[in-house]
């Protein structure tokens, strides 16, 4: 029997971790918050003036919270092992207390590691320390602030726009990003310009100064102007004025946090910051190696540059052995990141000597590139700059010059862990004070550009440079705006839909600190400052809720619609004669009369008519009005009272047929029930009883746990299955 308990909040994590540790450890994972607050209800009550969260444990994780408790009853030991950030502080603070009810939660040993090899699991169990309920209580205030807005502002956009609409404290500032930028785009004025370029020895060059006047990027504005110069230059004798040769270092590039990381995967590799965060999870939790399962990158949520000396070390030996002394450059880098978190590492391989070629058979297509981009990275940190010459002729005549530059690599440094080779551009000989004629000479016509979109890496880096979000929000944060709609991803740009613009109008209006990245950027100091115990959790809370609840109040009242309804030409109700309407719904456009709610005729665009209810001649019998047959959005037909909404009254149309077979819940009878897809089977007290099954339940016993057999077929099998939901038995039906 075990004798320790460990808890993570990765299954992948837990069977890494596993392998490291002998049969005196039992590893288990919660699967992410073990508490939340209620998705049903706001979840944030008021007690004595300060906010309490009514955290409970969800449906999706009552099976493993119940595990948790009972090996925690067999331990002598609970290691709280989450990941070592805000988060996972929060996580490892929400089973500490559902196992403790809230009590003595400092008796819980927390461990800690930024990565998940051997070394660093035995160092973290010899050096545990209590939970930090300053990072703890700097994740509830984000939690609630997000709960707050978008429980509070949402239900106002659905109300005054359109329903379904969402809004949040960093998804709205980071769509407003996008929005502005499309608003920039559609102001734009393009500009006409023309460009003049000399061919000496085929290599082509620019005009950069016509009869004394140097030229800039628009200073040729006409193609008047451009043919000018052709006709006055492309008789003339050249001369080379000058010859400028200097050398340029290019620098090797910091080792990647959470940002850099997501922008060069996202340039590189074509991976979306999505994609990027779950392959980097896969590789920091656990994947097969030749040495066996481990971590083989440090945790990829992170704002901080800094290394530990050993993988400094290490990187420093492996630099030395596979090129040489004159390649390495022992860098030390710092963050730049506001509120970056140093104690934390930056992302790097946590062995140095498993090299890419050395993974290249045990990781698939997508972990091997993004290691390789994460190991080259590292290494290059260390290693020193490469150098170019960089070469700047001039080509000059009494009317006008031409310029060329050349590079040419002398020294490769850092591009030598990188195979990057292509990256000269080598210039034929030429001589100070050499003659020439124009090979050549051609003009081109531009039009300046309106700026670029933002891309999904470009919208990270914006949302960094302003302090906007965390690492850990970056990812979910641009998934959920086009999970919404808000933002259309076209050629790997990000473009806003018609309704973004009307819900950033209407909080630039009404919420201008929402979109505000300066307020929200202040708001994430804020919580550096909880988590760094120079301002309580609770003030921060109530600083942004008084006002933002009397906003939201005042909106109620004083926003007018904004909801579509256009005026359909020439179209008016069937029923009623009144103007039809082009509306907006959650699922799309619709036509319906302007007569609403008197008169409730609907059709969708295609022409179909949503289908009228069917008189019958049953009597309501809490109001006496006649019943009517009504569709549910299951697809069955139901009795409802024709007083809606007055009367609410509904009922089944006709009773469930019994199948003869008893619920194994309560003992009552099982009823077969049909929606339009499919046959499903419930208690005949259902929902007070909550047997469900969509397999027809038999009177087979099941030989593992007695509970009922379902018939079911299974990849062509007729097959015999459990219907108890936490047993997989099945079985051939012979």
């Known amino acids: 029997m075990a004798k320790n308990l460990v808890i993570v909040e990765s299954p992948a994590k837990a069977k890494t971790i596993k392998n490291f540790l002998g049969k005196d450890y039992e590893v288990l994972a919660s699967k992410g918050h073990i508490r939340d607050l209620p998705k049903s209800s706001f979840g944030i009550k008021m007690e004595e003036g300060k906010f309490v969260p009514e955290y409970r444990v969800t449906k999706d994780h009552a099976d493993i919270a119940k595990k948790i408790k009972e090996s925690a009853k067999k331990a002598d030991t609970i290691y709280i092992a989450t990941d070592e950030d805000r988060e996972g502080e929060a996580i490892g603070y929400h089973i500490a207390y559902m196992l403790s009810k809230g009590k003595d939660i400092e008796k819980f040993p927390r461990i800690a ?38 429980y509070r502002l949402s239900p106002l956009l659905g109300q005054k726009i359109q329903r379904g609409l969402s809004a949040g404290r960093v998804q709205s500032s980071a769509l407003k990003l996008i929005v502005d930028k499309e608003r920039e785009i559609k ?39 451009s043919d000018n110069i052709l006709n006055v230059l492309k008789p003339l004798t050249y001369k080379i004025e000058n010859i400028e040769k200097k050398q340029r270092k290019t620098n090797s590039l910091p080792p990647f946090m959470t940002s ?3 922008q060069t995967a996202s340039s590189m590799l074509g991976y979306s910051p999505k994609k990027t965060m ?88 997508d972990e091997f590139r993004l290691y390789q981009l994460i190991y080259n990275r590292f290494i290059a940190s260390q290693m020193k700059p490469a150098i ?71 919208l990270i880096k914006e949302l960094e440079s302003k302090g906007i979000g965390r690492p850990s929000t970056y990812a979910p944060t641009i998934t959920l705006l086009q999970n919404r709609e808000y933002v259309k991803n076209e050629k790997k740009q990000l473009i806003p839909t018609e309704i973004a613009f009307k819900v950033i109008e209407m909080l630039e209006q009404y919420f201008p600190n929402i979109v505000d990245a300066n307020f929200t950027a202040k708001m994430e100091e804020e919580l550096d400052e909880v988590a760094e115990h120079k301002k309580d959790w609770q003030e921060v809370l109530e600083e942004f809720y008084e006002p933002f609840i009397a906003k939201i109040a005042d909106g109620k009242k004083n926003i007018p619609s904004q909801k579509v309804a256009k005026p359909l030409e020439g179209e008016f109700c069937p029923d009623c004669g009144s103007q039809l309407l082009l509306r907006k719904g959650r699922y799309g456009e619709f036509i319906a009369c302007s007569n609403f709610p008197k008169c409730r005729y609907t059709r969708q665009m295609d022409g179909t008519e949503k289908p009228k209810p069917k008189e019958t001649d049953i009597k309501c019998d809490k109001c006496g009005a006649p019943m009517v047959i009504k569709m549910s959005r299951k697809g069955e037909e139901f009795l409802a009272c024709s007083n809606y909404p007055k009367c609410k009254n509904a009922k089944p149309l006709k009773e469930p047929e019994k199948i003869g077979m008893k619920c194994p819940e309560c003992g009552k009878e099982i009823v077969e029930k049909k929606s339009k897809k499919s046959v499903y089977y419930t208690c005949e007290d259902y929902p007070n009883c909550k047997f469900s099954s969509n397999f027809k339940p038999t009177d087979k016993k099941c030989p593992e746990c007695g509970y009922i057999m379902g018939e079911r077929t299974f990849r062509n099998k007729d097959i015999y299955e459990c219907l108890n939901k936490k047993c997989k038995h099945r079985e051939d039906r012979k």
């Open 278 to 365: 779950q392959v980097a999870q896969k590789l920091y939790e656990g994947v097969k190696t030749p040495v066996g399962n481990m971590g083989v990158i440090t945790y990829m949520r992170t704002d901080s540059l800094n290394i530990a000396k050993e993988a400094q070390d290490a990187a420093i030996e492996f630099i030395k052995n596979e090129f040489g002394d004159k390649y390495l450059n022992p860098t030390v880098y710092k963050s730049k990141a506001q509120g970056a978190q140093e104690a934390h590492e930056a992302i790097r391989p946590t062995e140095v000597k498993l090299t890419p070629d050395d993974l290249r058979n045990y990781l698939s297509n």
């Open 388 to 458: 170019f010459e960089i070469q700047n002729i001039i080509f000059a005549s009494e009317k006008g010059k031409f310029k060329i530059s050349g590079r040419k690599l002398i020294f490769d440094g850092f591009y030598r862990i990188y195979g990057d080779k292509d990256r000269d551009k080598v210039l034929p000989d030429f001589q100070v004070g050499e003659e020439l004629k124009l090979e050549d000479i051609k003009e081109e016509q531009h039009f300046t550009e309106p700026p670029s979109r933002y891309s999904e890496a470009s």
């Open 187 to 225: 102001q734009f004025v393009p500009v006409e310009y023309w460009t003049v370029l000399g061919y000496f020895k085929k290599t082509e060059s620019s005009l950069i100064e016509f009869e004394n006047k140097k030229i800039s990027k628009l200073s040729i504005k006409t193609k008047e102007e």
């Open 260 to 262: 850099t990381l997501q």
């Open 113 to 150: 590691f930024h990565e998940i090899t051997k070394k660093a699991i035995k160092n973290a169990l010899e050096n545990p320390r209590s939970l930090d309920m300053d990072n703890i209580n700097a994740q509830q205030a984000r939690r609630l602030l997000d709960r707050i807005v978008g």
